[in-house]
């Protein structure tokens, strides 16, 4: 294909998908805000949670845990006052994990698992959870001040949520609540809550079908000053955040990109086998993203105008900022719309229609609809849902699901 066919591409389909969009949030802004922590009475049972938990066989496998990284004293102690996520031994054992494994793993991986089902400071009852969108922000014990770029030690956070009569740590369901002793409540979990070892930068690298994904925030970011939140990799690597990411896959960009330069060559011409092998071979490789004969078409604004609109935001009062942690299990069992950071430059936007579908406690399908469709100029949110094939991948600074379609905001 020659070089000028390709950028007179500039004013066809694919740009006129695309909205340009620059985020709107400061590395200065305050950290997101979490539950302010209360002291309560104590309640007026003898035992302590520490004295419940080593007396209790059913909890023989926290029991070793605790014990392994020092936690029992702390649970014994009557001054202080604890919330407990408490994983008994069928959940332990649900998650894989056994008393040998408690045994055999390293005391820093045990000590992560241990302190994140630990709230302090607080008795957080289960009528204290709102059932308000998204979730509830409960610091834990568990720190993350060792991560690189992380220059203060921080809680991390569990986010428990309500719908209903059934309460969620995070994606874990609540088998039993309430469970109150002398210097805290205990609940119980499904299944061990994973803590998130990770910002969202390295955890998306490690993901082999977000190529594509990783390419277009190279190219979203040309020309952004690299060390602010105008990057979106600088972002995604901010790890004193709360960021929810629609990341389409590999095969979501290429059908995308395939079938805009397809529509645009036979447009002008191009029996469809020439273009058809034209643009597969284009489409075929992440690279598409810094190919220079295609620079015009695919400009760093119309990359970042697409994948802002697959960054979850709301608006705190200063515009709106991409601060906020949606697990499956918090989106709407019906169509509902939620803004994006496209908001941040079109404040009327509608934002993306997502819905979740259950079975039991867990979410068995989680979609999202974008308002643009492909072909343009059809009604909006007519095209067919993406689907999240992978869902609720955890970071310290976020939550990503992965999509198999690329959401168009226009």
């Not at 066989?57 to 926290?62: E, K, M, Q, W």
Request: glycine share 6%; net charge neutral.
């Amino acid at each position: 294909m020659q070089i000028n066919q390709i950028k007179k591409y500039t004013s066809s389909k694919l740009a006129l998908l695309c909205a340009t969009v620059f985020l709107a949030v400061s590395c200065n802004k305050d950290l997101p805000e979490a539950i302010p922590i209360e002291f309560p009475d104590a309640n007026p049972i003898a035992k302590t949670l520490g004295e419940e938990i080593s007396s209790n066989p059913d909890y023989s496998i926290f029991k070793a845990a605790a014990t392994k990284v020092g936690a029992m004293a702390l649970l014994n102690d009557n001054t202080k006052r604890f919330t407990l996520f408490v994983p008994n031994n069928a959940a332990f054992i649900a998650s894989g994990i056994t008393a040998d494994a408690i045994a055999a793993l390293p005391a820093a991986t045990v000590g992560a698992i241990v302190q994140y089902h630990i709230i302090p400071g607080k008795q957080f009852l289960a009528a204290d959870i709102p059932s308000t969108f998204p979730n509830v922000q409960l610091p834990s014990y568990m720190k993350i001040g060792e991560l690189p770029g992380t220059i203060v030690p921080i809680q991390m956070s569990i986010f428990p949520s309500k719908r209903g009569n059934t309460i969620w740590a995070n994606t874990m369901p609540l088998t039993a609540t309430d469970l109150k002793f002398k210097n805290g409540v205990i609940h119980l979990v499904a299944a061990v809550v994973a803590p998130p070892s990770a910002v969202l930068k390295d955890v998306i690298a490690a993901k082999p079908d977000l190529s594509y994904f990783r390419a277009a925030v190279v190219r979203a970011d040309s020309g952004a000053n690299l060390a602010t939140t105008e990057s979106l990799n600088f972002l995604l690597a901010y790890p004193v955040t709360n960021m929810t990411i629609l990341a389409p896959n590999d095969n979501a960009f290429k059908t995308l990109i395939h079938g805009s330069i397809f529509g645009y060559l036979v447009g002008q011409g191009v029996d469809p086998a020439t273009a058809n092998d034209q643009a597969t071979a284009l489409s075929s490789t992440p690279d598409v993203f810094k190919n220079p004969a295609l620079y015009g078409v695919l400009t760093a604004a119309t990359v970042k105008g697409i994948l802002a609109y697959h960054f979850l935001a709301t608006n705190a009062g200063a515009g709106f900022q991409p601060n906020i942690r949606v697990f499956s299990n918090n989106f709407a069992t019906t169509p509902t719309a939620y803004k994006t950071l496209v908001n941040a430059v079109v404040s009327v936007h509608p934002g993306v229609m997502a819905q979740a579908t259950f079975t039991g406690p867990f979410v068995s399908s989680l979609t999202f609809t974008g308002m643009g469709t492909f072909p343009p100029n059809g009604p909006p949110f007519s095209d067919a849902p993406a689907t999240a094939v992978s869902r609720d991948n955890h970071g310290v600074n976020g939550v990503f699901h992965i999509i198999d379609k690329v959401l168009l905001p226009q």
